[in-house]
């Protein structure tokens, strides 16, 4: 039979495996955090950048396309299109004849 004996020092003193344990552990919630904290000093110095940016859509004036242009954007045939838009739109002509 073999028997380990381990024993952990810190700093010339023996410790227990909880207390190593426990040491381990706050290193790595240190190193983490500062991680973390970086990481989100990033984010947020990107989100100001981006929040500095100026807009420069214009959406006051209404914009037109043909319809063939209209099927390319929507990535659809013009036929399609056609039969979306005469099912979409009903359209009632009277034709008046006079005398």
Same mark, same amino acid.
């Given at each position: 039979?073999?028997?380990?004996?381990?024993?952990?020092?810190?700093?010339?003193?023996?410790?227990? @495996? $909880?207390?190593?344990?426990?040491? &381990?552990?706050?290193?790595? !919630?240190?190193? %983490?955090?500062?991680? +973390?904290?970086?990481? @989100? $000093?990033?984010?947020?110095?990107? &989100?100001?950048?981006?929040? !500095?940016?100026? %807009?420069?859509?214009? +959406?006051?004036?209404?914009?037109?396309?043909?319809?063939?242009?209209?099927?390319?954007?929507?990535?659809?045939?013009?036929?399609?299109?056609?039969?979306?838009?005469?099912?979409?739109?009903?359209?009632?002509?009277?034709?008046?004849?006079?005398?």
């Amino acid at each position: 039979m073999v028997t380990i004996e381990m024993r952990f020092m810190s700093n010339g003193q023996e410790v227990s @495996l $909880e207390e190593v344990a426990a040491m &381990v552990a706050d290193q790595f !919630a240190r190193r %983490i955090g500062r991680e +973390v904290r970086q990481q @989100l $000093e990033t984010l947020q110095h990107d &989100v100001q950048q981006i929040s !500095a940016l100026p %807009i420069t859509a214009d +959406v006051s004036e209404p914009k037109a396309v043909t319809l063939s242009e209209a099927a390319r954007l929507l990535s659809v045939s013009v036929g399609a299109l056609r039969k979306f838009i005469a099912k979409s739109v009903s359209v009632r002509l009277t034709l008046v004849v006079g005398s």
